[in-house]
T-cell receptor, first 114, second 114 residues
Framework: EAGVAQSPRYKIIEKRQSVAFWCNPI?????LYWYQQILGQGPKLLIQ????????DSQLPKDRFSAERLKGVDSTLKIQPAKLEDSAVYLC????????????FGNGTRLTVT | AQSVTQLDSHVSVSEGTPVLLRCNYS??????LFWYVQHPNKGLQLLLK??????LVKGINGFEAEFKKSETSFHLTKPSAHMSDAAEYFC????????????FGAGTRLFVKA
């Protein structure tokens, strides 16, 4: 089966600019996650979707971050405006969602904010 | 509320010697526990998963972990380290609170000396 696809692979922007990341999960996976991994730290959950509904966005900085999964398949994460501290790898993951199945991760997008 | 603590940020072993990466967790429910590995510039990969069956779980590449409820621990071990085991390892707890919530530990970087 095809894995979780993410793009772009790398992105460099200046602070106060906007950026968007795209994720296409494994076919049939109902649950989609966005994680932020700052260098030297473990992944931190930003938002979790079940189909096209939000299950958990308690750690999403909603003043600047937004995410959507309109048709319950692919998803977009946006940052506007970006800050220096947003420099990180943004990971997308998916799983079946019906049980506690393991997460399948994409390769991530490495964001550098200058 | 769930949490996970990886007791060592760095572990260094010699090739051919045993590996022990320590993880403690807390959970209000019966959690599922996972170990993931992240090689440099690679995506996160599942090593093994505990869901409430056998307390000793075998994973890929010779790794195994033992679930000890009385100690709230889920330590990862391998009898003999290989150079290719050098990577970052994450302990993960997931519990069903009306939707599965997954939390990552901060990670343990494993160094393997020749």
């Amino acid at each position: 089966e095809a894995g979780v696809a993410q793009s772009p692979r790398y992105k460099i922007i200046e602070k106060r600019q906007s950026v968007a990341f795209w994720c296409n999960p494994i076919s049939g996976h109902a649950t989609l996650y966005w994680y932020q991994q700052i260098l030297g730290q473990g992944p931190k959950l930003l938002i979790q979707f079940q189909n096209n509904g939000v299950v958990d966005d308690s750690q999403l900085p909603k003043d600047r971050f937004s995410a959507e999964r309109l048709k319950g398949v692919d998803s977009t994460l946006k940052i506007q405006p970006a800050k220096l501290e947003d420099s990180a790898v943004y990971l997308c993951a998916s799983n079946r969602g019906r049980d506690n199945s393991p997460l399948h991760f994409g390769n991530g997008t490495r964001l550098t904010v200058t | 509320a769930q949490s996970v603590t990886q007791l060592d940020s760095h572990v260094s072993v010699s090739e051919g010697t045993p590996v022990l990466l320590r993880c403690n967790y807390s959970s209000s429910y019966s959690p599922s526990l996972f170990w993931y590995v992240q090689h440099p510039n690679k995506g996160l990969q599942l090593l093994l998963k505990y869901t409430s069956a056998a307390t000793l779980v075998k994973g890929i590449n010779g790794f195994e972990a033992e679930f000890k409820k009385s100690e709230t621990s889920f330590h990862l071990t391998k009898p003999s380290a290989h150079m290719s085991d050098a990577a970052e390892y994450f302990c993960v707890v997931s519990e069903n609170t009306g939707g599965f919530k997954t939390i990552f530990g901060a990670g343990t970087r494993l160094f393997v000396k020749a």
